[in-house]
Nanobody, 124 residues
Framework: QVQLVESGGGSVQAGGSLRLSCVAS????????MGWFRQAPGKEREGVAV????????YYADSVKGRFTISRDNAKNTLYLQMNSLNSEDTAMYYC?????????????????WGQGTQVTVSS
């Protein structure tokens, strides 16, 4: 069965950095999109950053471009999200997710495997 286990969340002051990790196992696809999504209280879940495991292509939400970097360690089956210059709008639960097929990599509804999430809180 698919397991996605996130870690690395926490509380940080505005301007600070965090690195999230997602360890994956049991993914039944050879190539797939794997990414980070977030949901703030009272808001819809949104795509943050995605990587396509075949080509290494990356996709970012406009709100995080230049501040967040997604990467993957294939040997460790681990996805990372380096988050710099954090601000209060980045406060959310961050989820790792996987899908084999999508025309829009940041589209939430296309993802069928999800982790439990890790909380990121940025204080100003």
């Amino acid at each position: 069965q698919v397991q996605l286990v996130e870690s690395g969340g926490g509380s940080v002051q505005a301007g600070g950095s965090l690195r999230l990790s997602c360890v994956a196992s049991g993914i039944p696809y050879s190539w797939y999109y794997m990414g980070w999504f977030r949901q703030a209280p009272g808001k819809e879940r949104e795509g943050v950053a995605v990587i396509y495991t075949s080509s290494g292509s990356t996709y970012y939400a406009d709100s995080v471009k230049g501040r967040f970097t997604i990467s993957r360690d294939n040997a460790k089956n681990t996805l990372y999200l380096q988050m710099n210059s954090l601000n209060s709008e980045d406060t959310a639960m961050y989820y790792c997710a996987v899908t084999a097929f999508t025309a829009y990599p940041l589209r939430v509804r296309d993802y069928n495997y999800w982790g439990q999430g890790t909380q990121v809180t940025v204080s100003s």
